[in-house]
Nanobody, 131 residues
Framework: QLQFVESGGGLVQPGGSLRLSCTAS????????VAWFRQAPGKDREGVSS????????YYVDSVNDRFEIDRDDAKTVVYLKMNNLRPEDTGVYYC????????????????????????WGKGTLVIVST
């Protein structure tokens, strides 16, 4: 069974940077799209960015485009989210997840069609952007 462990969160000042890691175990990621999500206090979980391991296609929601970058290691076991120019509204718990059928590319307003009902979530990693 595919499982993830998120790490790399912390406290950072506005304008700062962090790199989050999503480490996979249990099976190969070759046929999956891996995505990062976040949940701010009192708000619903929202998709942030995704990476298709098969063809490298990436997707970013409008609010993080040009500030965040998603990529992976050569072994295809870790997916990173590099976050630059962080803002207070980026504060939240960040999670990663994967799905073998969901796919998107480019930039858009939201993660339409993500199968939240069959997604297994890890513990996440907390990001706080504050002075």
């Amino acid at each position: 069974q595919l499982q993830f462990v998120e790490s790399g969160g912390g406290l950072v000042q506005p304008g700062g940077s962090l790199r989050l890691s999503c480490t996979a175990s249990g099976r190969s990621l070759d046929d999956y799209t891996v995505a990062w999500f976040r949940q701010a206090p009192g708000k619903d979980r929202e998709g942030v960015s995704s990476l298709s391991i098969r063809d490298g296609a990436t997707y970013y929601v409008d609010s993080v485009n040009d500030r965040f970058e998603i990529d992976r290691d050569d072994a295809k076991t870790v997916v990173y989210l590099k976050m630059n120019n962080l803002r207070p509204e980026d504060t939240g718990v960040y999670y990663c997840a994967a799905d073998a059928r969901w796919y998107s590319a480019g930039v858009g307003p939201r993660f339409d069609g993500w199968p939240y009902d069959r997604t297994t979530w890890g513990k996440g990693t907390l990001v706080i952007v504050s002075t």
